[in-house]
C-alpha cells in the first residue's frame, strides 16, 4: 500500500487519512464504509475498489475492511487488506472486448 499512495516508508503514511492521497469521492466513500464497520460491527470483505490517484494512476483493489476492538470488545477503530487486482481487471476488460468483437463478426 505505501507504493500505491508513494510513501517509501509506511510509517510516513500514518497520521494521514484517505483525503491525503486519493481523490476526494473514493475518499470519501472509503470513510463511509469504514464508519459503516464500525457501528455495526460487521466486517465488509471482498470489496472491489477502482481507485484513481491525484496523479491520473488508476488500480483497482480487492478490500476487506474489519472492526478493530480493545481488549474489552470496544470498537476503537478499523484494520484492512487490500490487494491490487488491476492486472485482473484488465485482463476481464480485454476479454469483454473480444467477446464483443466476435459477437459483430459471428
Known amino acids: 500500500m505505501a507504493s500505491l499512495i508513494g510513501v517509501e516508508d509506511p510509517i510516513d503514511a500514518v497520521g ?12 470519501d466513500s472509503a470513510l463511509d464504509a469504514e464508519q459503516t464497520v464500525m457501528s455495526t460491527g460487521q466486517p465488509l470483505i471482498g470489496h472491489i475498489e477502482h481507485e484513481r490517484m491525484p ?15 480493545s481488549a474489552t470488545g470496544e470498537i476503537v477503530g478499523t484494520f484492512g487488506i487490500s490487494r491490487d487486482i488491476t492486472e485482473i481487471k484488465d485482463a476481464e476488460q480485454q476479454l469483454e472486448h473480444a467477446l464483443s468483437r466476435n459477437r459483430l463478426l459471428a
Open 16 to 27: 494521514q487519512s484517505d483525503h491525503d492521497f486519493f481523490e476526494a469521492e473514493h475518499a
Open 55 to 69: 496523479d491520473g494512476r488508476e488500480y483497482w483493489l480487492l478490500t476487506s475492511k474489519m472492526p478493530l476492538t
